[in-house]
Structures are given as C-alpha cells and as structure tokens.
C-alpha cells in the first residue's frame, strides 16, 4: 500500500517537510519522539507508517493509540477511517457503557485500539482484547496526559503491554518526563525536535490582534468583533466553564448561533456540540481550554480569547486551531481597560478597530439533523446519502458533513432545504429499517 493510496481520500497530495521525515523515522526506528508545533499534522505522521506496518490477515490487535481526551481519540478514529485503509480499528473511552464497546470488539476482531487511558486500562484489567500481539504503542499528546495527571494509568497500561518493541511519542511541548518514559530507559528514543522554541511554534500564517474594551465586561465587545466575521466561524475561548454558559446565553440573545463545549457537559452533549460547529450548523463555539489541544478545525479562520490565557503555552495551543496546513488564520486577543498586553516574544500583536455599524449576526448555511440508526445497524454514509437523495429528494450539495455513530448518525443539511427533505423521509426506511429523522436545534 502506498502513502499516497491513504493521503488521497483525505484531499491531500502532498506531506509536509516535517510529516515526511516523521514518517520515514517512524519506519525505521523502534523508538521515536515527535516534538513539534500545534497544527502542523502531528496525527499523519504517526497514522501512516501505523496503517502500513498492520498485517490485515491478522485478526488480533497489533497497535494501540492513547490519546489524552474523548475528542481527540474520536478525531484520530475519524482519521484513520476516512483514509480507507484495510485495518479495522475500535475507539473506546468514557462516558458510554464499557459493555457495549467490549461486545463490538468481539464483533469486529480490531486490529488497531485507540482510547483514552482510563477506559483502555479498564478493558485491560477485565481481559476484553488480547494484547500478545501488540507490538506498537502511540502516546499521543504525551504532556497534555501529564497535564491531565493520567501518568499512573499510562504507566500501568505500559507495563501491560509486553509484546510492544515500538514506541511513538508525540507532543507539542517537550516534557521532562518524556526522558522518564519507561521503554526508553531501555532503548533510547530517536528524537524529531521541530519546536525550536515556544513563540516559534505559533505558524507565520496567523496574525495576532488586540481588541480593547471599554468597559471590564467584555461581552458587548466580543460581540461586536464577532459581527465583523461576516458569519465566519469563529472559537471564543474562556477561561471556566460558567463563562462558557455565561457568554454562549449572552451571544444567543445577540442573535448567534452557538455550540458550548466544556467539560461539565455530559460526553453525548460535548460530541453534538463539536459536531454542530465543525458541520456547519453553528458559526461560533465558545470553549474551555478543552478544545485547545489536537482538535482539527479546517474551516476555521477566527480564534478569540476572551480571557487571558493563563499560560503563553495555552495561547499557542489555542492560536494552534487556526492556521492549520499553511491556511491563514486569526487570533483577537480581548482586554478590558486594567489589561496589559501580555509579552509573548516574539509575537508581534497588532491593533483591531472596531468601527459601527456592526452588520447583524449571520445565520449558519448548514443545520444538523439526527439519524435513530448507526454502525450498529449496518448503516454506512453511502447509505444516508442514498436515503436522503432517494427519499428525501436532496442533491449532493445539499448534504454536508456525515458522522455515523454506534447507535446514530449526524448530517448536516442545507438549511433552506432541511424541513423539506425531512418531510419526504419522515415515512421511509433506511436499509429497510424505520428510523426517527429530527433536525437538532
């Protein structure tokens, strides 16, 4: 299988300088540590020599990919499978019934794990996979795991797992801890620095601005600058989770449409949320730190902290959601009037004039609809989009992002055309099942 077999359905041609020497030390070495920057496809550089080196005859599990949240374990997931490559793979994590993940490992004999460390330790204890075939490891965001103090747990599953001779570990700061690493201490890693150092990490390709407010509530600003995106998307970082409610109930008032995310919200909340904003359906998320790390936001141009980071390593990691593959992107750094400029070398910020009129809020093209059917059913997204354009009359274009699910789908609909092609599936099967078709408001 070539690389470019796997790059193709994803749309891209081409590797980065740095995705290509990963990819080619990765293959190479038994042990590799991968430094480099927020945003530049860390996941490729890993998920491609993985898929490559799975013997696909083989029904038992080979590789295992550990990733610090539910969100980024569900995108690599997402990302492996849109490659179209041979392997069969499971996600697990918390948040839904570790039962029901055990039952479709049996059914489908995965030949790649990638999970979250507390529930890929739980399967472990309880014996749900074998692991006498599993011989590479990936850690992925190896210091947002020691920020979210998984070390125990990460350390517990290493010393499960020992048939492991590989060894990946990716991150976006270089860690201490990483030296500690217990398969180093055996065979010294291969290190790809491409940090150089913290200001350096941001991309040339985002442009820093500074937006004063008037006042110490910073809320009618935020919302006049969000005015000026025209309807593009846009991330509002904060700093709590009672700011997230806070500010999203204020910008809905406003006449936005927005998602919150945070990590009060229950994990079918969160999903939805993030499915809702990356499909198109809202324009704004308003988010916690929590979306700052590994997520792949494409579309979005506009990243805007409304509070101050706490740290400069959590103002890349934010800035990191834009500017992605050399696109360019903005970060709005709001600051009420007894705020300083934060001295971020060499981050040079500039000023943002906000100038009335402001134009009205922009509804979002798109809008999400909620499929009762998923992966469990034996529905696959050709499947819906056969349902929506035979039943419901839809053309190609009016069908957006497609998220199948275990026990559901998510699609995203163009707005305009969204009740009338309800209207036409509501009576009709999808696979010869009836199924509950409702938008998501």
Known sequence: ?????????????????????????????SNVV???????????????????????????VQAMILSPTRELAIQTYNVLRAMNAPVRVSCVYGGRPAMDEHRQI??????????????????????????????????????KMLELKFQDELYDIVGRLTAVTD??????????????????????????????????????????????????????TLAQLLRTFNGEPAVVFVNYREAVERVGAFLKEQGFTCALFHGGLEQDEREKSLYIFMGGAANVLVSTDLSARGLDMRMLRHVVHYHLPLRQEDYMHRCGRTGRWEDEGDAFLILGPDEQVPGYPQIAFEDYSLRPPFPAPQRPQWTTVYIGKGKRDRISRGDVVGFLCKQGGARADEIGRIDVRERYTYVSL????????????????????????????
Not at 5 to 21: C, F, K, R, V, Y
Not at 37 to 57: C, E, H, M, W
């Open 1 to 29: 299988m070539n690389f470019s077999d796997l790059l193709s359905p994803l749309g891209i041609s081409a590797l980065s300088t740095m995705q290509a020497n990963a990819v080619e030390t990765i293959c190479s070495n």
């Open 34 to 60: 991968l430094l480099a920057p927020t945003g530049t496809g860390k996941t490729l550089s890993f998920l491609l020599p993985l898929a490559k080196r799975i013997n696909t005859q083989d029904d038992m």
């Open 106 to 143: 049996k059914a489908s004999s995965p030949q790649v794990i990638i999970g979250t460390p507390g529930r890929i330790l739980d399967h472990l204890e309880k014996g749900n996979f074998s692991v006498a075939c599993l011989s590479c490891l990936v850690v992925d965001e190896f210091d």
């Open 167 to 220: 060894n990946i570990l990716v991150s976006a700061t270089d860690a201490e801890d990483i030296r500690r690493f217990p398969p180093f201490e055996r065979r010294s890693p291969v290190v790809l620095n491409y940090l150089e150092n913290q200001a350096a990490a941001l991309p040339a390709s985002i442009r820093h601005y500074i937006v004063a407010s008037p006042i110490k509530d910073k809320l009618e």
């Open 414 to 441: 163009k707005r305009q055309r969204c009740r009338q092609i309800m209207q036409q599936c509501a009576n009709e099967k999808i696979k010869k099942q009836r199924t509950r078709i409702e938008e998501i408001k």
